[in-house]
């Protein structure tokens, strides 16, 4: 009579249970995984375009994309829409044709420099783009964010507060504030509200936010923008600048 065939082990019962990592989304809380497409403001590392979790340059806070989901800016409610291209060039555009910049159009040769730098061309032995329209986002915000001064964007919001007092936006300011920013040394219950001490990329999309819903009820951040003044010859490594607000001194936190 034939052999029986040989008996075969039981299989291992598969686990049903997979871990699923979610996909890493550009600037919404990437830097907790080690990602982000590169160092960022709020990683710790060398200026970039992440926007995780930590301390920026000059030991100011920095912005946790994740802190909320993203949607339309409401500075009453916090919700936050976090920077996308087409809020970051229409500022850009804004602070381009600001004619109160100490030289004149001083971000503007600034703008060209950097992308004869960092742009690519659009052809092989063309000069590198310089119409932000053509560019992505990470150049966009590593022009604002890191090659002009933080205090360019403090200035722009202590400005922005005292002459959008009377349309909210000061109260916007605060309530962004209070749902985004980091808390006090030694007291919780309060939220940083200085911008000096808050970073590039938080200043940013408090003021790219608040414009894309105001462009919608009058523009009257936008004349706000244009009436601003910087004077960038009186910047430096530790402070200066220009504004057009009141004045602020070390206990201040608004």
């Known amino acids: 009579p034939p052999a029986p065939a040989p008996r075969q082990a039981p299989r291992q019962a598969r686990s049903r249970s997979r871990s699923r990592v979610e996909p890493c989304r550009a600037g919404v809380g990437c830097a907790a995984r ?14 970039g375009f992440g926007f995780g979790p930590g301390v920026v340059a000059g030991g100011r806070a920095g912005f946790a994309g994740g802190l909320s989901a993203p949607g339309r800016f409401d500075g009453r409610n916090g ?12 500022l850009l ?3 381009q044709r600001n004619q109160g910049m100490t030289p004149p159009k001083e971000l ?75 808390r006090m040394n030694g007291d919780n219950s309060r939220a940083v509200r200085d911008p000096r001490h808050l970073g590039a ?4 999309t ?28 009186l910047h430096t490594a530790g402070g200066g ?12 936190n608004r």
């Open 206 to 233: 408090f003021i790219a936010g608040a414009l894309e819903r105001d462009d919608r009820a009058g523009g009257n951040l936008a004349a706000i923008i244009d009436a601003y003044q910087y004077d960038f010859g």
């Open 93 to 95: 555009k804004l602070v």
């Open 108 to 182: 503007y040769n600034r703008w060209n420099v950097f992308c004869d730098h960092h742009a690519p061309a659009q052809r092989d032995g063309q000069r590198p783009i310089r119409d932000p329209k053509l560019l992505d986002k990470e150049l966009l915000l590593r022009f604002m964010g890191h090659e002009l001064p933080t205090n360019f964007w403090v200035f722009l919001v202590k400005k922005i507060q005292a002459d959008g007092s009377q349309i909210g936006l000061a109260e916007d300011w605060k309530n962004y504030c209070d749902k985004h920013a980091p």
């Open 201 to 204: 990329e938080f200043l940013l």
């Open 79 to 90: 919700v936050d829409p976090g920077l996308n291209h087409g809020r970051l060039l229409r």
């Open 34 to 47: 080690g990602g982000g497409g590169g160092p960022g403001f709020g990683g710790g590392g060398p200026p």
């Open 241 to 252: 600048g220009g504004g057009g607000g009141p004045p602020f001194g070390p206990a201040d």
